[in-house]
């Protein structure tokens, strides 16, 4: 059980083009969704915490306007890199926390690496 | 703010070598505490948790981590560590309701 799962894995785009990523939980509803931007040989940076039918919380220094998030359900949460350029090249990470349980626990998906050319 | 500190960032040993990777952190209040596992090209996940009661916790895989509240430690021990064992470890910390605090990680190489 706690599966999350994020699609695509891997995307490569344009300068200037948006990328939307999405992340769902497949066997629990997850009203919390969390997204991590992850440097290579460095930590999780959260980046922002998604909540089903509210607008997400940022943190700071993120731009809200270019990692837009939507989480439509209890499902699924959307995360769109609008005007990628190639600074934003970085594996993104999501995760969701049970609503049932053990809360706190955060299960993570298997990453999307973007590569923005 | 809080803050998550594992002081080894990579770590050799040969197989059967007993390992302890260190995690402190920085709050005063009540925490949660995670070990996560990244191994090579897959997903984050999680060793072993501590929320309350027994502070020596047994995860997957032979893995323990114990919580020292004095110390602000949660270090992570396994007796005999396997090849299979290389990975990325990242301790996390969260307090109640809060968002999750990462570490820097440590990767741990495993001679076989």
């Known amino acids: 059980g706690a599966v999350v799962s994020q699609h695509p894995s891997r995307v490569i785009c344009k300068s200037g083009t948006s990328v939307k990523i999405e992340c769902r939980s497949l066997d629990f509803q997850a009203t919390t969704m969390f997204w991590y931007r992850q440097f290579p040989k460095k930590s999780l940076m959260l980046m922002a915490t998604s909540n089903e039918g509210s607008k997400a919380t940022y943190e700071q220094g993120v731009e809200k306007d270019k990692f837009l998030i939507n989480h439509a359900s209890l499902t699924l949460s959307t995360l769109t890199v609008t005007s990628a350029h190639p600074e934003d090249s970085s594996f993104y990470i999501c995760?969701?926390?049970?609503?049932?349980?053990?809360?706190?626990?955060?299960?993570f998906g298997p990453g999307t690496r973007l590569l923005v050319l | 703010a809080q803050s998550v500190s594992q002081h080894n960032h990579h770590v050799i040993l040969s197989e059967a070598a007993s390992l302890e990777l260190g995690c402190n952190y920085s709050y005063g209040g009540t925490v949660n505490l995670f070990w996560y596992v990244q191994y090579p090209g897959q997903h984050l996940q999680l060793l072993l948790k501590y929320f309350s009661g027994d502070p020596l916790v047994k995860g997957i895989k032979g893995f323990e981590a114990e919580f020292i509240k004095s110390k602000f430690s949660f270090n992570l021990r396994k007796p005999s560590v396997q090849w299979s064992d290389t990975a990325e470890y990242f301790c996390?910390?969260?307090?109640?309701?809060?968002?999750?605090?990462f570490g820097q990680g440590t990767e741990l190489s495993v001679k076989p």
């Open positions: 996390a910390v969260n307090e109640k309701g809060g968002k999750l605090i």
């Open positions: 995760s969701a926390r049970s609503d049932r349980g053990q809360k706190e626990t955060q299960y």
